[in-house]
């Protein structure tokens, strides 16, 4: 199994430009999310979806759009890339809600993102 | 408001010692957490986690403690070997919101030779 996958690994945008962050995961998670890592802040959730057709917004959505229509994809879109976008993005991916264990998240390689 | 603290940016620890990282919490729904690795320029790796209903979980040199009551979770290294050099991460989920999880700040532990 590949797990987790992202690409790119690393983009220069300009100011105004969308991008679409490609992820992948071939465990057959239900549950997929995207996070970025600022310094000195963790890792912040962004959007999330528990199943195919399904997503919802995390802490920090705004300037960014998702959608899900396979178990295996869940791309994020940003629609007009700002300096305050400049971050590492995560994506994650884990079982359903069957019981505490499947809590586990399993990160792809993160993309390095910088807006001009 | 950070709901998921850790208050020490970097600890630095000689080989074969124990190494202690702390985490803080404030909202008392969560009942999930975990302990992340994360190497540079790689994903954080899960490395171990406890459930509410128990004090303490080990998993071979990696022990974590739980005090519901102080809201408060370590993560114990024991020994601490040069290759545990990283940025660990403590994550909480809540019983109401899913998988959802809220990371600290983290902790870049140092070990030297």
């Known amino acids: 199994n590949a797990g987790v996958t992202q690409t790119p690994k690393f983009q220069v945008l300009k100011t105004g430009q969308s991008m679409t962050l490609q992820c992948a995961q071939d465990m057959n998670h239900e549950y997929m999310s995207w996070y970025r890592q600022d310094p000195g802040m963790g890792l912040r959730l962004i959007h999330y979806s528990v199943g195919a057709g399904i997503t919802d917004q995390g802490e920090v959505p705004n300037g960014y759009n998702v959608s899900r229509s396979t178990t295996e994809d869940f791309p994020l879109r940003l629609l007009s890339a700002a300096p305050s976008q400049t971050s590492v993005y995560f994506c994650a991916s884990s079982y359903g809600e069957q019981g505490a264990g499947t809590k586990t998240q399993y990160f792809g390689p993160g993309t390095r993102l910088l807006v001009l | 408001d950070q709901q998921v603290k850790q208050n020490s940016p970097s600890l630095s620890v000689q080989e074969g010692r124990i190494s202690i990282l702390n985490c803080d919490y404030t909202?008392?729904?969560?009942?999930?957490f975990l302990w992340y690795k994360k190497y540079p320029a790689e994903g954080p790796t899960f490395l171990i986690s406890i459930s509410s209903i128990k004090d303490k979980n080990e998993d071979g040199r990696f022990t974590v403690f739980l005090n519901k009551s102080a809201k408060h979770l370590s993560l114990h290294i024991v020994p601490s070997q040069p290759g545990d050099s990283a940025v660990y991460f403590c994550?909480?989920?809540?019983?109401?919101?899913?998988?959802?999880?809220?990371f600290g700040g983290g902790t870049r532990l140092m070990v030297k030779p």
């Open positions: 909202n008392s729904m969560f009942d999930y």
């Open positions: 994550a909480a989920s809540p019983n109401n919101a899913g998988n959802m999880l809220t």
